[in-house]
């Protein structure tokens, strides 16, 4: 960085591991793609939340607490399927890069409503924030992915072995399902319209070990988000 002199311990530090930033230009947050488009449905949800029931009614740090559980919640989005075995599907989520650890980032135990806006404990008013940003962000970034080109255009159909996603609107705060596609169903116009797909398993401990069997589901195309095609 031109503002940091190679003098300080910052800038000596940055020049031994050859460690450059190179920043967009000012007022063109255009030029940052998807995670400036992370930024804004992030930035929208946030500001409709706090913009309404929940307006002056945390503290600092029970605000802090909801910003690092939002953080969490954007950060547990699957990336990419780095394995596919026997014991199931190994998906890299941000949260695997940036805390180094395999464990999924799950919610608190414990039920959380929105009488816990009118309660004294800040620790539950900042779960309910934190659950009601996970039910908002999750469609905004599903909504993001699943854009689709109009019906009647062209467009790949998913094909079996492929590593899908469902849209479930039940799923606990930071969960994804993951499944691959085992046998696709044409519709009259010989188009995917519905598949079948085997689930990620669960079911397995830090040692691998099985606990139960995969599941095997059917789905409508508009259910899936496609993750990555099967390998040819």
């Keep these: 960085m031109e503002s940091i002199s190679s003098n300080t311990a910052l800038g000596k530090y940055l020049q031994e591991r050859h460690i450059k930033f190179v920043f967009n ?18 930035k929208a949800v946030l500001n409709a939340l706090l913009g309404g029931k929940y307006k002056n009614r945390l503290s600092t740090t029970g605000l802090r607490v909801a910003f690092y559980e939002a953080m969490s919640t954007v950060n547990s989005r699957p990336i ?9 599907i190994s998906v890299l989520t941000p949260n695997h890069l940036i805390t180094s650890k395999t464990a999924e980032t799950s919610a608190p135990p414990g ?8 309660g004294k404990k800040m620790w539950r008013k900042s779960q ?7 039910n908002a962000w999750r469609h905004e970034y599903l909504g993001q992915i699943t854009k689709r080109q109009r019906w009647e255009l062209p467009q790949k159909d998913v094909n079996k072995d492929d590593i899908v996603m469902i849209v479930d609107e039940n799923l606990p705060r930071n969960q994804w399902t993951i499944g691959i596609i085992t046998e696709v169903k044409l519709g009259s116009d010989d188009r995917v319209r519905n598949v079948k797909v085997k689930l990620a398993n669960a079911g397995i401990d830090n040692k691998g070990k099985q606990i139960f069997n995969s599941a095997t589901i059917d789905r409508p195309i508009q259910k899936v988000v496609l993750l990555q095609k099967a390998e040819k």
């Design 128 to 134: 309910q924030l934190a659950s009601d940003f996970w």
């Design 80 to 88: 990419i399927v780095s394995a596919l075995d026997d014991h199931g």
């Design 25 to 42: 230009t000012p007022q063109a947050s255009h030029a940052g793609g998807v995670w400036e488009r992370q930024i804004r449905s992030v």
């Design 111 to 118: 039920n959380f409503d929105d009488t816990e806006i009118y």
